[in-house]
């Protein structure tokens, strides 16, 4: 169905109503990445076929419910709901976007949508790209003292404008469930912390799952950016692997 709507787009806009994409059928990750991989304009295609096809693809991903992760969605709507029940807290999180970023505009939907899945409560904030320094400071400085927000994400990256290191050292620590805040990378870097970022912590929930044992092993990370590669070469090490970092000043990595 996908390979039949990407060859009929026609040319250029002969409607008011773009053609829209089938809807997916419940699929593994692995299976929805390569369909989508097949759907990659070739040359010969218009700025119009482009465009309208960017755009079913990231519906078709907003839309798309793996089925690998619904057995986690169960797992944790029923541990959010134990936890209401003896505490009578129900964990809440807060999401900022600024700008029309159309990637993370979707992440920011797939993020409400999760909370909601799991019985999380969830504030979303999408704020106009002319926002300043002051009001998406005002804003972090609202939610530390929100007694409802237990997490707070500020999707990045910002408008240009904006000065992401000050948002993310504005944050307090114990709401920074990105890990982005320095108390929570040195709280990373000696093995005693309470967030990790999203990427690492599910490369290892991967690595798990996939009963491999991590101790002793090789390990190698390429990237030493602050949110992946380092944090993750810092949870391979902390499960007794052997860690070496590459990147881009590395020598004769390709061999």
Not at 144 to 156: F, R
Not at 191 to 212: H, N, R, Y
Request: proline share 6%; with cysteine; glycine share 4%.
């Amino acid at each position: 169905e996908l390979q039949q709507f990407r060859y009929s787009l026609p040319d250029t806009d002969t409607s008011t109503e773009p053609p829209k994409a089938p809807k997916p059928k419940k699929m593994s990750w692995s299976d929805m990445v390569a369909e989508v991989a097949n759907l990659v304009a070739p040359k010969s295609y218009t700025a119009y076929q482009k465009r309208i096809l960017r755009d079913n693809i990231l519906a078709l991903y907003d839309r798309l419910n793996t089925v690998e992760s619904s057995e986690d969605y169960e797992r944790i709507k029923a541990e959010t709901e134990a936890f209401v029940e003896k505490t009578g807290v129900r964990p809440g999180l807060a999401v900022i976007i600024v700008g029309e970023d159309p990637a993370s505009q979707v992440y920011v939907r797939n993020k409400k949508r999760a909370c909601d899945e799991v019985g999380f409560y969830s504030e979303s904030y999408e704020l106009p790209a002319e926002t300043t320094q002051e009001e998406l400071n005002a804003l972090v400085d609202k939610l530390n003292k929100n007694d409802k927000i237990h997490g707070i994400l500020c999707q990045l990256p910002l408008p240009k404008h904006l000065d992401e290191n000050e948002v993310i050292m504005r944050i307090d620590p114990a709401k920074d469930v990105d890990a982005f805040h320095p108390v929570n990378v040195g709280k990373i870097m000696i093995g005693d912390f309470d967030f990790v970022p999203c990427t690492p912590a599910g490369i290892m929930e991967l690595i798990k799952e996939s009963d491999v044992s991590v101790e002793g092993k090789e390990c190698v990370v390429i990237g030493r950016s602050n949110i992946v590669g380092k944090p993750m070469s810092m949870l391979l090490l902390h499960q007794h692997g052997t860690v070496t970092i590459c990147h881009s000043r590395t020598k004769d990595l390709k061999e």
